[in-house]
């Protein structure tokens, strides 16, 4: 090809927008997910919390993507999500999905409460701050017996369906898991291409010139922030009501750690990145595994490979073939 | 009219004094260019009168409204926009969408009208893109649109970030040294870009390094030397002002002058 790339009079198409490349990989992503259907047993498991994971960093890839700040500790809204489902269908016999719904709203306002003063901080304290926030969170989960039960956890949670249809089987489960990570994405890409969603990108650009073109910079990180922590609540009501069982572990900070992982690994800031992260680490941990003792040498080694050779994560090698092709 | 009027504005850092009293009245519809040599404290009047930075004392007035104390963003929505010495530009967008970053204040909508898209929201956004490409068409670089800004030879980059500010529709356009770091020919179409805005009914307030550019576009131009206003007038003025010329020639060659 000898034309220049750039003559190009077609509406935009480039590295952070949707492209061909990022539509493959997530049809991938849904190959997996029918495979695994077909397939059937303990995989159900492994694609139904990747699907959960999924959810929880479309929302942190909103404040750590988009809005490019940094935030470890996005765990304790997801506490908040399981435990806001725990209690109220096992204390109070509340239909799964109201307390899904309820559980979000609480954390909602938490966010919002929590991210008014924190977010005044930036980089490292900011990252201190929230990484604080999540130890917190699963102190609490574990001290605050009275409530959280501390150690015990809560069983018996309830599949989530409607009035007396209820998803029993794993493999009806992973179907409506899937559909709702579509769902979750699909709300995300339509706020990510409007004036908010600029607004919230050219933040993670330049903060002094968002702010001279009139973006209200604070107003915009925590409506990041609250939109993240909704996400990270629904995917932790998700897991309570997919495996029915949840304790203080399941939300602490190795939550933080793991999805920081997915989130990179898939590619923070770009579209898909986020739900291809998702399924490739929950997919590695278990091809992994099977390495006996090398186990979590080898789950680093491929890390550190992922972040050195593709470090804006493996949806944004599609312009790596571009530019090849324009060379 | 006096679109921007400075009183006494001052800023101290600690000792320094930044910027000394300094009175300025930017008519409205004027190409109003601000110099001095490096230091004289031209960028601290700048982050001052765009409410980057806020001032010791003194007051700053705009279209009637005093702006001494008023927060950024809306300064920004009153229809005072800056640009950058160092250029800010959105890295991780495209041309395009920095343009349409800059529409942000022109338009309204947040998080619900994205998710609901109602009918005056989608023609909104094809109002931004549509008058993003026209942003870039008139600064041209329609033919880069869609490449990633930060790929953009920095001559161009000031080009995309004088169109974004456009963007915003500002009644006082404030470019913070647009020319440096430009070669003869890329300063000439951007002063050509410049005079074409003001004809076209914006204020401009520009600050510059390079004397000869000013001197060319500017209809009033104030001298800063050491944080004070030495010398207001025309580029004709100017150019035989004895103090302005001491300030960038040197003190002996004023006194013989």
């Not at chain 1, 998803?167 to 339509?190: H, M, N, P, Q, Y």
């Amino acid at each position: 090809m000898t034309s220049p790339a750039i003559t190009s009079a077609k509406p935009a198409k480039f590295a952070s927008r949707f492209d061909r490349f990022q539509v493959g990989l997530l049809g991938l992503a849904a190959l997996a997910v029918a495979g695994t259907l077909v397939y059937g047993g303990y995989l159900l498991t492994v694609m139904q919390l990747a699907m959960i994971y999924g959810v929880f960093c479309i929302g942190l890839n909103f404040f750590m993507g988009y809005t490019g700040q940094a935030s470890f500790g996005q765990n304790a809204f997801a506490c908040i999500g399981g435990y806001g489902s725990a209690i109220l269908c096992v204390q109070y016999g509340w239909e799964p999905i109201l307390a899904l719904v309820a559980s979000m709203a609480i954390a909602g306002v938490f966010a919002l409460i929590i991210g008014y003063p924190t977010l005044r901080l930036r980089g490292h304290y900011l990252a201190m701050a929230t990484f604080s926030l999540g130890l917190i969170t699963y102190d609490i989960t574990i001290q605050w017996t009275a409530v959280t039960q501390g150690y015990m956890g809560y069983a018996g949670i309830p599949p989530l369906g409607i009035g007396s249809f209820t998803i029993d089987s794993e493999r009806w489960k992973l179907v409506a898991l899937a559909l709702l990570l579509g769902f979750g994405f699909w709300l995300s890409l339509r706020m990510r291409d409007s004036r908010f969603g600029r607004g919230l990108r050219a933040i993670s650009g330049s903060e002094n010139g968002a702010a001279a073109l009139g973006v209200r910079v604070p107003r915009f990180k925590l409506i990041a922030f609250i939109i993240a922590a909704l996400y990270a609540s629904a995917a932790g009501s998700l897991f309570a009501h997919t495996v029915g069982f949840i304790s203080p572990e399941v939300y602490g900070p190795q939550m933080a750690v793991m999805t920081f992982t997915m989130l990179f690994v898939g590619g923070v800031g770009t579209i898909v990145g986020p739900i291809i992260g998702a399924v490739v680490t929950s997919l590695l941990q278990e091809v992994v595994r099977g390495s006996g003792h090398f186990q979590d040498i080898a789950y680093a080694v491929v890390l550190l490979a992922t972040l050195i050779y593709a470090p804006k994560g493996l949806s944004a090698l599609g312009a790596l073939f571009r530019r090849k092709k324009e060379a | 009219m006096a679109l921007l009027r400075t009183t006494e504005l001052t800023k101290r850092f600690d000792g320094l004094v930044a910027n000394n009293a300094i009175d300025l009245e930017v008519p409205e519809g004027s190409l109003f260019a601000v110099i001095g040599p490096n230091g004289a404290g031209k960028t601290t009047f700048f982050s001052m009168v765009s409410g980057f930075l806020s001032s010791t004392s003194g007051s700053i007035e705009f279209n009637g409204r005093d702006i001494t104390r008023v927060p950024q963003h809306e300064i920004a929505a009153m229809g005072l926009v800056r640009t950058f010495q160092l250029v800010q530009l959105f890295k991780g967008m495209s041309v395009a969408e920095n343009v349409e970053v800059g529409c942000h204040l022109a338009t309204r909508g947040g998080v619900a009208a994205s998710l609901f898209r109602p009918a005056w929201f989608r023609k909104q956004e094809r109002e931004v893109r549509e008058r993003a490409h026209e942003l870039l068409e008139f600064v041209g670089l329609s033919a880069q649109a869609d490449l990633d800004a930060e790929l953009l030879p920095y001559g161009q980059q000031r080009l995309l970030e004088v169109a974004r500010a456009m963007a915003a529709k500002p009644k006082l356009l404030l470019l913070d040294e647009p020319a440096a770091g430009l070669n003869t020919q890329e300063t000439e179409g951007l002063a050509h870009i410049i005079q074409k805005i003001n004809a076209q009914g914006t204020t401009v307030l520009l600050i510059e390094h390079d004397v000869a550019l000013v001197t060319r576009i500017a209809h009033r131009i104030a001298v800063l030397d050491f944080g004070r206003k030495i010398a207001e007038g025309t580029p004709d003025e100017i150019k035989a002002h004895p103090e302005v010329i001491a300030a960038y020639l040197g003190v002996e060659e004023a006194s013989n002058a």
